[in-house]
Structures are given as C-alpha cells and as structure tokens.
DNA sequence: CTGTTGGCGTCAAGCCGACAA
DNA sequence: TTGTCGGCTTGACGCCAACAG
C-alpha cells in the first residue's frame, strides 16, 4: 500500500507528484493530485497542524456503511466521551486499496481541549481545498469501453487536453503512452486516432487494464498529467460495487466499540489516535475544521422552514447544488449521543429524484440561501466553449440560462452599472499563489447558485417552500435598504423572513484582511448594495464581522 | 455470505449438507463437512452450549496477524478485564469470505461467573471433535494444473474414491461433473480418463475455475461427496497468500480496542459478544473448551526440561506430530497480561526445520509423554492398503514401522499375550454415535506416537532429551511395579523421571464411567499393566481420578 | 462526436498423447 | 502413477471501419 504523506509536498504550488528522495523506503510517495481526482472534487482535507472537530458519531456511520449494516441500538457508548472531540489534525496520509483502488486518508488525531471561539478564526480555513490537477479528465466506461470485443473511446477534447500531442503527420497517428496507477504501477497503452470519423482510442492495452482492475460499465476511469508531463490514471467505481467489507476479522459490534473506545482512550489521555476517513464511502465527513464547524454552529440562525443549497457530486464528477428546506431539527440520536449536532437537520429536497439524497444533514454542510447576492463572474470571453468533463457544469448551464452576464464594467441585463472596485480587490485578493482560477470558479458557482435561486420561483412540492414563494420574485430581487435598517438597531441584520435565514452576526473581533479570501475581481452596486455584499461575501465564507449600523 | 448455523444440523450423524427448509431467507446453510474439510483436520470447534474459556489475547493475536502486523505495546489495557473469561459458547455460525473463499468462524459468548472446577467435568470434550467428512480429497495444485495450457490431473485414488464411478465402456470414458462451493455456486468440470498410460483429468470448465478462485501453484482443491452423492469442492490457499488485510475500515489500534472493549463490556454487564475465528489464520485457538483447558491447567505438571509432541498439519491435509522440550514458563505478555496462561510455555522444537513452528505454546496445545503406553490398534486387515490423502499418515508410518502389532488375541512381537477387556469395553464405549472410526484414529495416533517414542533413542540435538535417553529403552518400557509403589505411597504417581513429565494426579472425584471415552477395543498385560494402563489412559484423556495404591 | 456493430485475422487457450520421473 | 512438454485445433480476443444517434 502506497502512502502520500500530505505534509512533505505541503511547500510550493502544486508539488504533489515530485518523485521524493528516498528518504523511506517502502513508503514511496502517493501522487496527491491524482489522490484527489479519484476521490473527487467535494473532498477536501483539512491541512495537517490545523484544530477539527471530530464526531464518534459520523465515525461510527462510516463503519456501519462499509460493513453495509446498520449501527445496532445495543453498542454500549462512553459515558465521558462527548459528541464532538476537538483535536489538533497531527498527520494525514493518503491511501488506496490494493485490491480495489479504492482511495481513503490516514488521519493522526490528537485530542486537545477546547479554547474560545477566537481561536477558531486564528486558523482559517483557507487551506481547506481540494487539490483537483488542473489537467485531468474523467469518463465514465460505457458497455463498449468494457466489453472485450475492443478499445476504449476517449472523447476528443479529453484526449487533446491530457495526452501528449499526436504527429498528425502519421498515418495513421499514433503513440505509446504510459501511465501510473496510485499504487505506481505503470500501465501502457496504444493511443491511436482513426476511424471514419476519427476519433482517439486506446486499442492494445486497455482490456489488460479493464481485467486486472475488474472495471465494469458504469466504474469511471481518469487520466491527469502532471507538472512534468507524465500521466496518472485512477479509477472510481460506481456506488452500487460497494466491496462487501471482510467482516472476518472483527464483528460488527467490535468494530464499533472500539471507535468509540479509541477515542474514549485517546480524549482521557490526550494522545494520539487514527483514524481512517474513506471518502466514497462515508456517509459524511467526521473531522471538520474547527472553524468550518464552529462559523455553522455559532453564526448560523436555522428554522424550520429555511430553504438552503448543499453540494452534491453528479456522475460526470462535476458537482451541483440541490435545494431543500429545512424541516426539523434535534438529535439524530437522543439517547446516545444527546446535544450532538451531527446531522441535527431534518430536510426535504425540491427535486423529485432527491430519493437517494440524505433525510439529515449537519448545519456546516449547509449552504444558507442569501441575497441579494451580486457577484460578477468572471467575463465570458474569459471561459472556454464549453468544457466538457469540466467539474461545475451547472455553473456553466446557469450562466447561460441568465443572460444576465456581460463584459466588464457595462450595464447588466437589469440596467445596473456593474464596475470594478480596486480597493476591495487587492486587499481581499489571496496571498497565496496557485490555483486562483479554480478558486474563482468555486465563487462563480455560488454567485450564479444565489441568483438562479433568486430568480426562479420555486417549483417545490414541499409546503414549506411556499413561504418564500408568498413574496412576488420581483420584490423578493431588491429589497430597499429600509428593510435593513429595521432590524439591524440592535446589532443584528435580519434578512426578510422569506428569504430564509437570519444573518446572526457574531460579536467577534473583525477578521484580519489577510485572512479573507474573496474572488478577485467584484463588482458592486454603489452604497447599499456594497454593504450588503460585503456581509453577504463575508457569510459566505463563514466569516464573523461587527456590522456598522448604516 | 453464506451462513451455517451449527445448531441446526446438530441433530443426526453426518448431516450437515442437508437442504434446509427455506426459513430464514438471505442466509442459506452452509454445507459443514464442506467448511470443515477447509479449515482443516486440526480445527475442532467446541459445541453450542458448552461452556469455553477465551482468551481477549489470543483474539488480539488473530488481528494482529490478519493485518500483518505486531500487536503495539501502547495499546491501553482494561484492567478489570481478565486474561481469560469463561463465557458460554452461544452460536456458532460457519462462514465463507465471499472472496477468497477463506472460512471462517462467527462465535457468539456469553461471559458466565466461573463455577468450581467439578462444573467442568460435566461437560467434557467429547463432542469435540472435527466434522471432516469422510469421502473427499486434497490436491495441492501443481504448475501443471495451474497453468493455461492444460487441465487438472486428479490422482487416482481419489478420483474413484469421491467421483461417480466413469462407464468404462465409452471411449473414452468420461462425464459432466458439477460440483458446488461454499457459497453454493455450482462448477461444472468434464471429467475424462485418457492418455497413455490412463489418468483422470478435468478438462473443460476447469480454467474457468481457476481464474474465478484465482488459484495459483500451491494451492490446495478438495472435492467431497456427501451423504447424498453430491460434490463439493472448496479450496486452501498456501499461507504465503494471506490477504492483506484491508485497513480502510479501522485502524489496527481501533481494531485491538475494540477487541478488548467489546469483551469487557460483555463481561461487565454478562451480555452477549460476537468474535470471528479464522482459523487457518488465527496464529493459535483462542476460544478453548473449559474442560480442555482446565484439565490441562489443573492435572498437567509441566517443568522446564520437559519432553512433549504438539500436532500440526502437513502440507498435504495430513496431521503429524512434532517433538519439543519445554525450555521455559512464563507470561508472555507480564505487563497487560499477567498470570495468564496463554502460550506461557517457550518451547524448543527437535527437528531443524521447526524455523516455522511456534516458539511458544500453550498447556492445552501439547501432549505430555508418558509411558508405558500400551493400548492395540485396530487389527491390520481392517486398514486399507495406504490411504492416499488420509489424515493421519505419520501413524501410518508408525505402525509399519514397528511390526509391532499382529491380529486380534495373540502374541505380539515382544512376546506379550493382547487379549481383549470386554469390561473395559463396555463402560468405556463411547455413547454418541457417529463416527467411532475417526476417534479410533485418533487414539491409535496416540497410542504409536507414544510407542514410538519409548522405542526410539532420541535424535534431538537438545541437552535436554539427553535426560531421557540416559535410561536404555529396554529398560524404560517396562518398569517393575516396585517403582510404582516407591512413589505412591503420599497419593502421587511418580513415573521414573528419566521419562519426563510427572504424573501428577487430582484429588478430584472419580469420573462417572460414562463421561469417558477410550478406543473400543483394549488389550491389556495383566494386573500390573491392567492398573497403568487405566492411569495413562485416563491421563491423556485428561481425566482427574483417585488411584487407590496397588 | 461517440456508442455500437459486423467483419475478420491472429494468437493463446486448451485438448491430446508422448515421455519420463 | 502423474507432472510436464510438444503438437495441433479452434474460438475468443481484439483491430478495423461502417453506421447511426
């Protein structure tokens, strides 16, 4: 099993896949980036030396899925053990099943004892993101791509973004490429590009490949090139193929008492204890940052009957927004584990195809639905055709359904006068180097995931819902600053109800400008509407302000 | 996952395989001779509703070696829970890793308050005993057999002893074979006798086989038939090929807490727990009937220097016993897990390549020596020529060594007079039915093992076993009876020390005449023999017993 | 642009007896 | 008695373009 100590390639911009010295053999480096890809874009781990928050309980969850089995009433739990432990993130490696490819953390945790909240915004969550390559696709295998009767189809503009240019001089052109799995095993293939119409294949090869993983249609494969040129492919299977897990060493019972006791142990000790974290196949994530969990829990006012987004990944390992509303609140499981916010919400989800979506999520999984909420994107021209196997297709799809957007510093399709705020944006740009494109894709999304939700009445069956649509759309777009002004006398900006959440401010001491991160290029509506941007901006990312009554 | 739970087919002599009446859908029976012939001759299972004695460290020894790896010193011990805990043996349910067929064991306890030791008598060991089924065979698998170019050369023997007999009259004689594994899918194979000289293969649908199990050279395939004429086939794979573990799941900390937690739990509140026994990869049994482990704690007097046999299996599905010396006593573990009787002795093995063999066992896992021992086989003519694939080919080999044994009634080669004991006969005839052939095998392994090695001057390389060999064997195999007197006179049987061991009797109650079980047939010396013999017998058995003075 | 299908050449899977240990 | 090998046959693998959605 190949390891990926996350803390080596933790200098520089996009490390990841440097070939380390051998510092220690038997552990050779896990390609990070590739990692990443194949547990997919909504997985992100917080950075090593950084406080979390981790749940016995989303713990629990994970070993009840991997074992396919529900957590039994009768596993006794630890008097002392609270709900929640914060710990210092100690170490994190990465992994993948020998067998299955399957990718899952390594995670050091120690116990230590919670401080004030101010600590929380002392380490921000600004390294929490998800190291996605830049140059990488992904293709779900269809019937042809597995069958032994021949080659794998790659679509042509993933073939032209990660595969070494072809002499198109040949005929036919062709090349040999090789690749290295996570356990750096190097697979060769045939690349070759005929057919009438043409088209990219990987002829000899690839059912060596498709045998030894056991892929079947329907498991996706992808390929990513890294800073040197050389390429990586990884596999991700589909749900349903959950291996059944080997239950032959441990029972069911065992397993869970001793989470729960490692734990236990390591919280009365202040030690050490590890935990693993199998991104496709947990339920939820269990070891949150601390300031990710305590901005939900300390800054975020829920209702029954507050509408919200949350993220879910598509099958194309794109990502999109489903909306649902609010419907209960309370402890998942009052008996065992009272006071807990794990999942503490009850929801419902707009969509009708939401079977599969969770009954209960917890508040930092959440996105609240704000508004007004005006931010720019970047300009269109700026943005490719279409980028097929891109990971925020939605995005892209509801950019083009408003034709809302124009070029820079013009009048919106709404008439208002949409220019650039110099100030705003050197002092809210990241200091860090790389990665702002995707940064800013992420925000485009959630500017465009407001607005659509703005604009669309809402076609929810859910009762609920119904009271946000009471409030005409049109009126719902620009409320007048007086409705502000009414509520914000005793230090707190009430949204209107039907917008959903109230916008607790939290009495904290204002963030640091350097600790913000913000798209860099924003757009603001003159005095109201910069006001309001910046809280909603700053809500956005979970961030606490004093706001100045206007 | 199939399931078999033991209780079921618990009733009647050699069931096992028997079709259950759908009941419980979604866990269909697995057939037990089947599970058993893969587990091997060696793993006895104690009885639902016997009462065992289990060892939390021992089971700590089975993860750790199913995860390859040592069991870490930091892992925190509870310190209310003991070494050991009586605990009634609830359920047991056989199970198959729907991968690699590896069987596996799923014991409910229940811990009970630990009653005097006359409570052990009561449940002796009898039903103990391995459902190996009678008609089957094992083939290691050769290159040949493994590889893509041909099929499987089944050996002759075996061939007519568990296949349907072929019509010899075709040319060439051949059928369709099905056959069913553990999980209860059917193979197909063609079975052929052909080639010059003759020989059975199996041809057509064999490699199928070999590619789904992912059989290699060295791995083993055993057929049996059952009561009913149908084929089972299951599978042994060489040791080398353990899985590695997959510790996505939990890690091993978690796994070894969870280990002691769930068996202190139980213990604190007499609840049931649940463990998994993996027997071919379990380092040592360590769920132990309470009368076998008792008897060996209580009436077995071990001392450094002491000469011993241990049974192991041989590579061919066989049993053979290996010499040792016990070279020191102690707790393996004296921190976590003092004054615990688990693998308290450190052995030395005799032969040179012991590499393998374990350096420390526990009482219960030896066989004492003692001697004289005289107890007749069953005559020669009822043994078959040699049975290829038996168990127990080392007795065998014994027995044609030493022409030692003649037919029923008769002088033996020494010159003594073996005449049959009906009063012995009878009360030590063992009620159950079912079986009495193997028990008779496996005495008789004990009556020529002990032969064997009173007749042999030993080849050991340890100083210790010169102790022994110091007294001529001529002399040590017939002690006058004044020796016997010389020692007993205080309650206690002393064996001359030269032959090891001390016979060290309880002061226990005499056994009920029915609780014993002995071979059926016994030919006794006279008096004198009459009276020792009766003692070693007993004494292997295990048994406590009053020996009132010649 | 790409999933599926028919055509077809090639090579390894797999059946056979020879031979020898 | 049975493990391995060379000879030989055949059918599945796998490369190709056609075609269609």
Known sequence: MYLCNERLPSVGPSVGSMAQPAEKVEKRSLNSELWHACAGPLVLLPPVGSRVVYFPQGHT?????????????????????????????????????????????????????????????????????????????????????????????????????????????????????????????????????????????????WSVFVSAKRLQAGDAVLFTRDNKGQLQLGIRRQNRQQRVMPSSVLSSDSMHIGVLAAANYAAATSSRFTIFYNPRQSPSEFVIPVAKYQKAICHLQVSVGMRFRMVFETEESSVRRYMGTITGMGDLDPIRWPNSHWRSLKVGWDESTAGERKKRVSLWDIEPLTFPYVLCPQPLAFRAKRPRGGRDEETDSMLKKSSFWSGENSTDALGRLTFRTPSLDSWMRPKQPGLPMQENEHYRALEAAALEEIRTTSTAKNPMSRVQSSIPSSQMQFQPPHVLRQSSQHGELHMPEASGPLLQLSSSRPQSPFEVKVPSKIYLEPLFMEAVQLCVTLRYLHLGIHLIEI
Chains 1, 2 share one sequence.
């Open 61 to 205: 969850e994970q070993v009840a899925a991997s074992m396919q089995k529900e957590v039994d009433a009768h596993i006794p739990n630890y008097p002392n053990l609270p709900s929640r432990l914060v710990c210092l993130l100690d170490n994190v490696t990465l992994h993948a099943d020998i067998e299955t490819d399957e990718v899952y953390a390594q995670m050091t945790l120690i116990p230590v004892p919670p401080t004030n909240e101010k600590d929380a915004h002392m380490s921000p969550d600004i390294e929490m993101r998800s190291r996605q390559p830049t140059e990488y696709f992904c293709k779900t295998l269809t019937a042809s791509d597995t069958s032994t009767h021949g080659g794998f189809s790659i679509p042509r503009r993933a073939a032209e973004k990660v595969f070494p240019p072809l002499d198109y001089a040949q005929i036919p052109p062709a090349q040999e490429l090789k690749a290295r799995d996570l356990h750096d095993q190097e697979w060769h293939f045939r690349h070759i590009y005929r057919g009438q119409p043409r088209r990219h294949l990987l002829t000899t090869g």
